[in-house]
């Protein structure tokens, strides 16, 4: 891409939702024959009750590549339009080069920037921004965000106490320009992030900290290790703190929201949240029962069943909301205008 700032100031609006599930769906029975579980402990738990798992050969770049052409035929455009493409996940291919190239070239979007955001679970919002501000800057006129997860391949299945949570999924939005008169997109973002919790949600070896030359490593050191008690405290807060500094600073009253698409992590954090901040469970939409925890595909997957169930319409006034390893969290909200 090539941006010039010339003064004129641009919305950034949502055009355009689409996600990619693999074939492979894991219940909570299949589960219980893997580890020491049970259907009854994972539900009433988390709220899950299956989960999908990509082939043995597959990686997030190939869930992400099918959800991105999704996401531009519903966008009517061609990958050529895309100025940059942004892929928010915890679970790259490699460390290196950024999933987000290799998808740009398998999507044909030449022309776009491409990078990749390691913002854990919150990675999808801190996505929305980036790609906000690029648009609103005036430097980008179309941003494809797409979060991209196959975490089936960084958990332990042996670890009872992460391997249930965990799905794959590529879902993301394209992001276009829109005038600035228009009182659509992107109204405000409460972002944060706390490092002095970055063991508690952590993929130990394969990074410098611990090379992966320098092993073998036994296996669980190469996947997601969890102190799921304090991941649980820190999500219930952060969510009731961000989604309220946000609504104060846009001066929004909650009532406001018609719909709250919260990361799809635990039923029973969200189920807290939105008790705290006053939301009725019939404005909440999710799908974790089905899919588990999708990091950076979540919200948009979320999304787009919520749109297809007919909770998010044109005019909607969208409240997002996630949390992830960092330890991160972050909110926007925006009208949903696609056309
Ligand atoms: O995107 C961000 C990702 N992370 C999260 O959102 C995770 C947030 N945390 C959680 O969702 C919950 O902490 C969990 C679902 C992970 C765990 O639920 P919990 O109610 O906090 O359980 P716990 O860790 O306190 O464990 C209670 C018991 C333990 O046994 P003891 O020590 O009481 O005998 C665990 O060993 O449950 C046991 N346990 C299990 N039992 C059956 C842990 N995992 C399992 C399991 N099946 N899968």
Redesign the pocket.
């Known amino acids: 891409m090539i941006g010039v700032r010339n003064g004129a100031r641009k919305r950034a609006r949502l055009v355009a939702l689409g996600a990619e599930v693999p074939e492979r769906i894991v219940t909570n029975e299949d589960m219980a024959k893997m ?4 259907d009854e ?2 539900y009433s ?2 709220g899950i009750k299956e989960r999908r798992f990509v082939a043995e050969d597959e990686a997030a770049s190939d869930l992400a590549v099918r959800a991105g052409i999704k996401i531009l035929a519903e966008a009517e455009m061609d990958p050529l339009e895309v100025d940059v493409l942004i892929v928010p996940t915890a679970s790259p291919d490699h460390i290196f080069p950024a999933t987000a190239t290799l998808v740009a070239n398998r999507i044909g979007a030449h022309r776009a920037a491409a990078f990749d955001i390691l913002a ?2 919150t990675g999808f919002i801190y996505g929305l921004a980036q790609g906000t501000a690029l648009i609103e800057s005036g430097l980008a006129g179309n941003v494809l965000v797409l979060g991209a997860e196959a975490l089936s391949k960084i958990t332990d299945q042996t670890d ?2 992460t391997c ?2 965990f799905g794959d999924a590529a879902a993301g939005a394209m992001l276009v320009a829109a005038p600035e008169d228009e009182v659509t997109g992107f109204l405000g973002f409460e972002l944060g992030a706390d490092g002095s919790g970055g063991q508690d ?1 952590v993929v130990p070896a394969g990074g410098s900290r611990m090379p992966a030359k320098d092993g073998p490593y036994e296996a669980a050191l190469s996947c997601i290790q ?1 102190n ?2 304090e ?2 405290k820190f ?1 219930t807060r952060v969510m009731v703190e961000s989604c309220t500094k946000l609504l104060e600073a846009l001066e929004m009253h909650v009532d406001e929201i018609d719909l709250l698409v919260a ?1 799809q ?2 039923q ?2 969200i189920d807290h949240a939105i008790s705290r901040l006053g939301i009725p469970p019939e404005k909440v939409f999710n799908n974790l029962e089905r899919y588990g ?1 999708t ?1 950076s595909a979540s919200i948009p997957l979320a999304m787009l069943e919520a749109r297809e169930a007919g909770m998010l319409s044109p005019g909607d006034m969208t409240l997002l909301v996630g ?3 960092g330890l991160t969290w972050g909110s926007t909200v925006m009208r949903y205008e696609p056309t």
């Open positions: 580890v020491d579980t049970s402990w994972i738990r988390t854990g679970c009872r106490s249930i949570l949600l969890m799921g008690r991941v649980f999500a990361h992590a635990n029973r954090i925890n990091s949390f992830g390893a």
